[in-house]
C-alpha cells in the first residue's frame, strides 16, 4: 500500500536523528513537526529568525510576531533563540544545520534540486530561502509525490527545471518508495505497494537494490 | 549624529524620486505599515524597494506598490497568496524584479552595512541564479561572487527603543532589521514605545544607536 501523506512524515520524522537541528520547509514539510517527540531533541530552525519553533496555532491564538517561515503563527518551546536574517542564514552557509526537508518538482539522479521555478514564461520566480537550504545544509531531504497527477516521474536523470541546487540531494522520500541519492547510484532503501522492476521501469532509470 | 525622535512624515521627508529603501518585515511581521503609510503621502516615486516579499494583501508595502511609486522589486519571495497587487503589477509588465535567494538578500545588506567590498557565496552555483556572473573555486568548492545592496533610506519596525536609538526587537518581527539598520544612509526605525536612556538593559540591545537616524513612536 502506497503512503499517505500523515505516514510519510512519520517516516521522515523516524529518521531525523535525535538532537538534531532540523528546518522543515514550507508545505508538506511542515507537518513532519506533529511526529517529532519532545524526547528526540530535535530542534527545529525557521529561517526568518527562530531555533526552538513549536507548533502552528490557529489565528484566535496567533501571536503575529512569531511566525514560521510560511508565515503562519507558531509558538516557542522552552531553550527557543531569536536572531536576524543573515545569523539565520549563516546557520545555513555554515554548515551548522544538520538535516533540511524539502518538497521539489524534480530531483535528478545526481542530487540536483529543482523546487521553486516551473520555467514557465507566466509565472512569477519566486526563491526564498530554498537555494540558501540546498546549499548549506549538511543534508537536503526531498518530501513529494514520486510522480505528477499526470503521471510523470519526479525522480529523473536529469532536471528539465531551473535547478535551485547541485548535487545537494542525499534522500528522497515519496509515498511509494525511499531512495538514498548515492555517488553509485540510486539506491531503493524501502517500498511501499510497488515492486522495485516496475519503479525502475516507470522512473526509466537504473536504480540499486 | 544623534537620532532625532519626529513623527512619521517628518521621518520620511528627506526620502527622494528614485531613492533605494530597504523595507524590514517578513510577510506582516516586522513590517513598518506606518512609515510606508507616511512614505506614500510623502509622495516620493520611482523607487527601488528592497524587502523579502512584495506585499501583502492592500496594506504596507502593498499600498506602496498600488500607488504607483515602485520601479523595481528586490525580493527573494514576492509571489504568495496575498500578493495580489504585485502579481497585477509584474504581469502588465510595470514593474521590474530582482529576484534573490533570501539568505544572499540578508547577507548583501550586511556587507553594505559592514563595508564589505564583495564576498563569494556558495548559494546558487548551478542555478540561473549565478548564469553569467563571476564565480570562483576556493578550498574545492565553488563560490558566486555577490555585490552589497545599500539603502538611502531603511525603514524597519522594532519593539522598544530608548531616546539614544537603541532598539530591541519582538520574537521573529526581528527577521531584517538588524541587517538593514546598517546598510542606509538614513535609517529610520518604527517602535511601539520609546523609553528612557538607561531604562533597557545594555545586554538586550539589538541594533546598536549609531544605526539609528530617525525614531517614530507608534503606540
Excluded at chain 1, 531533541?41 to 496567533?62: D, F, K, Q, S, Y
Excluded at chain 1, 518551546?77 to 524539502?102: E, I, K, Q, T
Excluded at chain 1, 516521474?153 to 541519492?181: D, N, Q, S
Excluded at chain 2, 506598490?65 to 504585485?86: E, T
Aim: charged share 20%; net charge negative; hydrophobic share 45%.
Amino acid at each position: 500500500m502506497a503512503l499517505d501523506k500523515n505516514e510519510l512524515a512519520q517516516l521522515v520524522a523516524g529518521d531525523i536523528p535525535d538532537g538534531a537541528y532540523v528546518n522543515l520547509g514550507i508545505g508538506q514539510p511542515t507537518s513532519i513537526a506533529r511526529y517529532l517527540s519532545p524526547e528526540s531533541g530535535v530542534i527545529l530552525h525557521t529561517e526568518n529568525g527562530m531555533l526552538g519553533m513549536g507548533e502552528v496555532v490557529p489565528a484566535e491564538r496567533a501571536d503575529w510576531d512569531l511566525t514560521n517561515a510560511g508565515k503562519q503563527p507558531v509558538t516557542e518551546l522552552p531553550g527557543a533563540a531569536y536572531f536576524h536574517h543573515a545569523d539565520s542564514f549563516s546557520m545555513m552557509r555554515g554548515g551548522h544545520l544538520d538535516v533540511c526537508v524539502m518538497g521539489a518538482f524534480q530531483v535528478s539522479a545526481g542530487g540536483d534540486l529543482a523546487n521553486w521555478h516551473t520555467g514557465a514564461a507566466d509565472a512569477i520566480p519566486a526563491v526564498g530561502g530554498a537555494m540558501d537550504l540546498a546549499a548549506g545544509a549538511k543534508q537536503v531531504w526531498v518530501m513529494m509525490t514520486l510522480f505528477t497527477k499526470s503521471g510523470e516521474p519526479k525522480l529523473v536523470p536529469a532536471c528539465t527545471y531551473p535547478l535551485t541546487g547541485k548535487a545537494c540531494v542525499t534522500r528522497v522520500y515519496t509515498e511509494v518508495a525511499t531512495f538514498h541519492i548515492t555517488p553509485e547510484g540510486v539506491r531503493v532503501t524501502a517500498t511501499y505497494g510497488i515492486g522495485i522492476e516496475e519503479l525502475a521501469t516507470r522512473l526509466d532509470m537504473p536504480l540499486l537494490a | 549624529m544623534r537620532t532625532r525622535i519626529v513623527d512619521a512624515l517628518t521621518a520620511v521627508e528627506e526620502v527622494k524620486d528614485g531613492d533605494t529603501v530597504l523595507v524590514g518585515g517578513f510577510g506582516m511581521a516586522g513590517m513598518p505599515v506606518e512609515l510606508i503609510d507616511a512614505l506614500i503621502e510623502h509622495g516620493a516615486g520611482d523607487l527601488t524597494i528592497v524587502s523579502n516579499n512584495a506585499g501583502n494583501g492592500d496594506t504596507g508595502l502593498a499600498a506602496l506598490l498600488a500607488a504607483g511609486r515602485v520601479r523595481k522589486m528586490v525580493c527573494s519571495f514576492p509571489r504568495q497568496s496575498d500578493s495580489w497587487v504585485f502579481d497585477g503589477l509584474y504581469r502588465a509588465g510595470k514593474i521590474e524584479l530582482e529576484l534573490v535567494p533570501q539568505g544572499n538578500l540578508a547577507e548583501r545588506m550586511r556587507a553594505a552595512g559592514a563595508g564589505i567590498g564583495a564576498f563569494y557565496c556558495p548559494t546558487g552555483v548551478g542555478t540561473p541564479i549565478a548564469e553569467g556572473r563571476e564565480t570562483r573555486v576556493i578550498d574545492g568548492r565553488e563560490y558566486v561572487l555577490e555585490y552589497p545592496i545599500r539603502g538611502d533610506v531603511a525603514l524597519i519596525r522594532a519593539h522598544v527603543a530608548d531616546r539614544l536609538g537603541n532598539l530591541v526587537y519582538r520574537k521573529t518581527a526581528r527577521n531584517f532589521g538588524p541587517v538593514m539598520a546598517t546598510a542606509a544612509t538614513i535609517t529610520i526605525a518604527q517602535v511601539s514605545k520609546i523609553v528612557e536612556v538607561g531604562e533597557l538593559d545594555p545586554e538586550t540591545v539589538v541594533t546598536p544607536s549609531i544605526y539609528v537616524n530617525r525614531l517614530v513612536e507608534v503606540a
